[in-house]
């Protein structure tokens, strides 16, 4: 399996809670999962994260700390950070169907792109100095 990442996924936090989008395209269309997206040809990871999210969302990202390198599918292999929501409210773009906040240990929603749950708890842990 290729371990350079080729896509990013972000766990934004607002409190205890994480940002959680359900996608309006595939791959995983209709799945609850980060938002995020594919790196650009002499993208690093973390200049994708906040472009994304930008793009996406309309928000900006405190502090990008790393969580996990992991397989997205469909041949994406994903860099997966962990940040605080400077301030703002989500505008989404197209891509994104629907948003909500969630804690991190009651995901509630259903389908969710494959180790979400375990995902947010890393996130979470990261951030909280674990």
């Known amino acids: 399996m290729q371990s350079i990442p080729n896509a990013v996924s972000v766990a934004i936090f607002s409190g205890p809670e994480a940002l959680l989008i ?10 609850w999962t980060l938002p995020g997206g594919r790196m650009e040809r002499a993208e690093v990871p973390e200049d994708t ?8 969302l309309g928000l900006d990202l405190g502090a990008l700390l790393p969580v996990t390198i992991s397989s997205g599918g469909g041949g994406f292999v994903l860099a997966v950070f962990a940040a605080r929501l400077k301030a703002g409210r989500p505008k989404p773009s197209d891509e994104i169907a629907d948003w909500q906040w969630t804690h991190p240990d009651s995901l509630v929603v259903a389908p969710v792109t494959p180790g979400l749950a375990r ?7 990261v951030l909280n100095g674990g």
Do not use: K, T, V, W
Not at 22 to 31: D, N
Not at 49 to 56: D, P
């Open 22 to 31: 359900q996608r309006a395209r595939a791959p995983y269309q209709g799945y």
């Open 49 to 56: 994260a906040r472009r994304e999210i930008r793009e996406e």
């Open 119 to 125: 995902i947010l708890l890393q996130a979470a842990d």
